[in-house]
């Protein structure tokens, strides 16, 4: 054991822990959730601190030895070594300041043991004078949140992009089926399947601009503002060289805040994306609702379009398949939703200079990315390109739909076409009978009417 001191006492640290007295006391205070801070946000913090302590090296304000360890010790942090002591409660009171603390006695005790010394010899490697220097947990943490937002929405733009091929690939693999249109679950008119996956298509189309576009939203960090964007504390030329620094070592196109003191207090641009992460949300609810209830059956239901079996659906009913992957999703839209007022709460209720709810919004956006990430990957590979139609099932349900009469109204007249149908609903006779034996149409002209090239093409010639 080692003994470590603050001004509020001592305490007894494992000899094994590279976390500190700081770190410590935050857990005791806080307790262990279970939960652990999201991998690609600490990576961010660890690149943020690198990017400080290559500025401060290169200008002479951290000496070159001290520097060279610590550098070392957060690239060896990034390469995925001794990451278990990042312990903290993701949702720690103090606007991020036990993480901060926590990734700055494990960078000096890292950095102490590359030098030879004993961890916590802090006189050579200080967690808060040499690891910390010219920085705040106010600057570092927006501004590593904001890293780890940008990979999650470059990850999330390229996922988008084989969803959307998949759909628009099932566009035009179902471009000949026509089927049963239908408004507020009643029959409406015929349209082809095809059109359906291409309203699928062209919404997630619109997702993938919408995330292109965000993520110019958030480019913007405080990084240099210190506690409240002023810069107090941190020299001039590390303010500027920390951002070019930082885009070095992160490999995003981030830009200095032209004003900190607006950056470091404010989160609506966090808020902005959520909502925009929101909107996809409302998309993948919506095509995965469509396709569950179009799955429905297969004997009881709708049973017009077959997902792929992926596990069997009951521990007691043999045979059961459920149609799990888009229940996934749908949760999955549902948790980003509430997330989203969440995260609008918390960005509002911030007080004054700095918000202190800054760790439960981080924690819920990157939640947020990371579910719609993954639930856009098995919507496409696990539902939409296995999705097969059942074509027999989508003609039969159109055959004797009032939808046939109402295309029928353009050419015979509306009340004829209502007569059609109460006749039909009378006699039980098929629609396409009738028709053909009161001479409404001819069998050509009905079969015309109903193609599927006749549906797809916008409007009436005339």
């Not at 303010?239 to 070592?249: D, M, P, Q």
Request: proline fraction near 3%; include cysteine.
């Amino acid at each position: 054991m080692r003994t470590e001191h603050d001004f509020l006492g001592a305490l007894q640290i494992d000899d094994a822990c590279y976390f500190g007295i700081h770190t410590q006391r935050a857990r005791e205070n806080f307790g262990d959730s279970g939960q652990r801070h999201d991998p690609v946000f600490l990576r961010a913090y660890l690149q943020v601190k690198k990017a400080a302590a290559l500025a401060n090296r290169e200008l002479g304000y951290l000496d070159a030895e001290k520097a060279g360890h610590i550098i070392a010790a957060i690239d060896l942090l990034l390469a995925g070594n001794a990451c278990d002591d990042f312990i903290v409660n993701p949702l720690a009171g103090g606007a991020g300041t036990s993480l901060n603390m926590n990734v700055n006695e494990v960078i000096a005790n890292h950095a102490l043991e590359r030098a030879g010394r004993a961890k916590g010899d802090y006189g050579f490697i200080h967690p808060l004078e040499h690891v910390n220097l010219h920085q705040s947990t106010n600057d570092t943490y927006p501004t590593a949140l904001r890293i780890a937002m940008l990979i999650y929405l470059e990850q999330l733009e390229t996922g988008l992009v084989p969803l959307q091929q998949a759909l628009q690939e099932k566009e035009r693999e179902f471009s000949d089926v026509v089927r049963l249109g239908r408004t507020e679950l009643q029959d409406a008119l015929p349209m082809t399947a095809g059109m359906q996956f291409a309203a699928y298509a062209e919404a997630i189309g619109r997702d993938r601009w919408r995330i292109f576009k965000a993520r110019e939203r958030i480019k913007v960090v405080n990084l240099g503002g210190t506690a409240i964007g002023t810069g107090f504390g941190a020299p001039q030329k590390y303010i500027f060289s920390v951002i070019e620094k930082l885009r070095v070592v992160t490999g995003q196109s981030v830009t200095r805040a032209e004003n900190m003191v607006e950056a470091t207090q404010n989160l609506d641009s966090v808020v902005e994306v959520s909502g925009l992460l929101k909107t996809l949300a409302v998309n993948l609810l919506k095509i995965a609702e469509d396709l569950r209830l179009l799955s429905s059956g297969p004997s009881g239901g709708f049973a017009e379009i077959m997902l792929p079996a992926v596990q069997e659906g009951s521990s007691i009913m043999p045979g059961k398949v459920n149609p799990v992957i888009l229940e996934f999703v749908s949760q999955t839209a549902l948790l980003v939703m509430g997330h989203d007022s969440v995260i609008a709460q918390a960005a509002g209720l911030g007080n004054l200079e700095l918000n202190q709810f800054y760790p439960l919004a981080a924690t819920l956006m990157l939640d947020t990315m990371r579910s719609l990430e993954l639930a856009v990957n098995r919507l496409r590979t696990k539902a939409v390109e296995g999705l097969e139609l059942n074509r027999e099932t989508i003609a039969a349900h159109l055959s004797d739909s009032i939808a046939v009469v109402t295309c029928l109204a353009q050419s015979i007249g509306h009340e004829a076409a209502s007569q059609l149908y109460l006749k039909h609903r009378a006699t039980k006779q098929s629609l396409r009978q009738l028709i053909l034996a009161d001479t409404l149409l001819s069998e050509q002209e009905l079969d015309r009417l109903l193609s599927a090239e006749n549906i797809r093409m916008m409007g009436i010639k005339k």
